[in-house]
């Protein structure tokens, strides 16, 4: 750990000062906080924090270690991190590195020793807030007037920043074996998975269910999906506000006229919502943790599930002849599924791929892989 001190400022003017870690760079950001008791390698690895620093509720991290197969993509993607204590060791028989040096490696800013649940209990109270976290010694009236100059994620297209380049075949990672389903493997279909920033657990599961899986990136037109023949396609998770996407909401309205399966998650979901004529706004705090209730309104049956995001989709938006609401968060009440009458497209504002998070909503793959095989 770099002895030299660090300092979160928020927008509100509150200072924060602590020990810095990972890269000495300063960093502006929107500031959430993520109650998940582990995973904190999956979190920071997730493309849908771009943009974003995050508040470890949970005190001690670091102490497990950075491992060479729970990357959900190929590199932090976290613009800060902020912990109550950052663990001098790793102690872990995966681990290959230790969080401080990835952070560092990669450019990623980190803060410890400061008051974890302050900052929870002001984010909760007051909302996501801009924030920088800085080792400069300029007046904290300098630093935060970059801190109030900052546009922050709201209408800004944040997903061209984290989606691939070009067309590529997903062969698979040495985390596949991770990857338990009670499915058993299907006759091989092709899902065209359309990366909005996609987890790379996403990309595991489909594979452990035996799809083919052609990822394109999230500009990629409607005609361009359709000319690779797909059996279904996959909406995939990402960062940031989906009125920013107006050429994603577009090609997803496209798609839903040709009556392929199609499966929304996060991201995915919002962009559904809109293409059907629905409105997205933002959470006070959003919903990021690996414990949040949520129940299947058909069934009554709750998931324990993981999430991340700051955006929903408004309910009283929806055209309810059109689109049925499947599940709603036990928190809020929130929207966290859709059904389109009479066609297999289906979305999931929660992440049942998980990582981290408890596998209770592994099952949610199933419909989409059903529809594919012309089972549902």
């Known amino acids: 750990m770099k002895s030299n001190g660090a300092k979160l400022i928020l927008e509100d003017g509150s200072v924060y000062v602590g020990k810095a870690f990972g890269a000495d760079k300063e960093s502006v950001f929107e500031l959430v906080f993520n109650t998940s008791m582990s995973g904190y390698q999956e979190i920071i690895s997730d493309p ?36 109550r204590a950052l663990s001098p060791i790793a102690s872990n028989w995966r681990s290959r590195q230790e969080l401080d040096e990835w952070c560092a490696f990669y450019g990623i800013p980190g803060i410890s020793a400061v008051d974890t649940r302050a900052l929870t209990r002001k984010l909760r109270d007051h909302g996501s807030l801009k924030a920088m976290l800085t080792t ?10 970059r801190v109030h100059t900052w546009q922050g994620l709201d209408g800004i297209d944040s997903v061209a920043e984290v989606t691939t380049r070009e067309i590529y075949e997903w062969q698979g990672d040495s985390a596949d074996h991770w990857i338990q389903t009670n499915s058993g493997k299907m006759a091989q279909k092709r899902v065209v998975l359309v990366d909005f920033g ?13 799809c ?60 559904i919502g809109l293409a059907l004529g629905g409105k997205t706004c933002r959470l006070k705090f959003g919903h990021h943790g690996g414990n949040h209730p949520v129940q299947d309104q058909r069934s009554g049956k709750v998931f324990i599930t ?71």
């Open 136 to 145: 400069s010694p300029e007046p904290v009236e300098v630093l935060l007037a």
């Open 212 to 271: 083919k899986v052609t990822v394109v990136p999230a500009n990629a037109s409607s005609s361009t999906i359709l000319n690779l023949e797909p059996d279904g396609v996959m909406l995939s998770n990402g960062p940031g506000d989906p009125a920013g996407l107006p050429y994603a909401s577009q090609m997803v309205q496209e798609l839903l006229t040709r009556g392929l399966p199609i499966f929304g998650i996060c991201l995915g979901h919002q962009l």
């Open 306 to 376: 993981s999430q991340n995001h700051n955006y929903t989709v408004q309910a009283e938006s929806l055209d309810l002849t059109k689109v049925e609401i499947t599940h709603r968060s036990l928190n809020d009440d929130s929207v966290e599924g859709l059904l389109v009458k009479g066609a297999p497209v289906y979305s999931i504002q929660f992440h049942p791929e998980a990582a981290p998070g408890p596998h209770d909503a592994h099952e949610i793959f199933e419909p989409f892989i059903k529809a594919m095989e012309g089972k549902q």
């Open 198 to 210: 996609a987890k790379r657990n996403i990309l595991r599961h489909l594979r452990a269910r035996g």
């Open 48 to 83: 849908s924090y771009h943009g974003q620093g995050i508040v470890f509720t949970t005190p001690h991290i670091g102490n497990v270690g950075i491992n060479q197969e729970d990357h959900e993509s190929e590199a932090p993607r976290v613009s800060a991190v902020v912990v």
